[in-house]
């Protein structure tokens, strides 16, 4: 199967190296000749070339490059990797997003998109630890979407990379998945811990 990563960042490139590992044929969106030995192409030439395609850009630019992938994520799943988070500075460890409580970026991504089948998935966890993390524990990764065949083929992917996949539902989920960010960047910011994830203990 054949993954486009949208985005040439730390998050990007880790992505695409588990995809990678794994077995995926990748191709990264960047102006780069070259990545790690990966196929580049431009956005609508990464979009065009997944069966898969992940979004993994800063929050402020989100929009813009599914705009620039265009009509070549029709029918496509899109895993959305992306934070709202805005270009203020953090207050007491607390990062500043650009959305409320009652909107969230996904959701925006989607209305935009929607013939894209949006997942959002490992915006809870640093890239240090997004393919199989070596933790005490399974850690959860939280997932929503509005289509359950996209949420099961990216639940299927969660595992491969390591996590317990926990489906919240529809895209309006995101709301909640979203600013898991903050909480898991507080202890880094704070006290420069960044070696945990977040698990779903169920009884």
């Not at 929503?144 to 317990?164: M, P, Q």
């Not at 989920?173 to 903050?182: D, S, T």
Request: some cysteine; charged content about 25%; aromatic content about 8%.
């Amino acid at each position: 199967m054949k993954v486009g990563i949208l985005g040439s960042g730390e998050v990007g490139k880790t992505l695409a190296k588990g995809f990678a590992k794994h077995g995926y044929d990748i191709m990264i969106g960047s102006r780069k000749q070259a990545i790690d030995g990966f196929k580049v192409g431009s956005f609508a030439d990464v979009a065009k070339f997944g069966d898969i395609v992940v979004l993994a850009v800063k929050g402020t630019v989100a929009k813009e490059v599914l705009d620039l992938a265009g009509h070549n994520l029709k029918g496509k799943i899109v895993i959305d990797v992306t934070n709202p988070i805005a270009d203020e500075k953090p207050v007491n460890g607390v990062i500043k997003f650009f959305t409320s409580l009652d909107d969230s970026l996904m959701e925006r991504l989607q209305k935009a998109h929607p013939e894209a089948r949006l997942v959002k998935a490992f915006n809870s966890i640093g890239n240090a630890f997004m393919v199989n993390p070596s933790f005490s524990e399974r850690p959860s990764m939280f997932i929503c979407g509005n289509d359950a065949s996209a949420k099961k083929a990216v639940a299927e992917i969660v595992s491969k990379f390591g996590f317990e996949p926990e489906d919240m539902g529809h895209a309006e989920a995101a709301r909640a998945i979203e600013p898991l960010c903050m909480l898991w960047c507080i202890p880094g910011l704070l006290h420069n811990d960044w070696n945990h994830a977040f698990r779903l203990i169920k009884k």
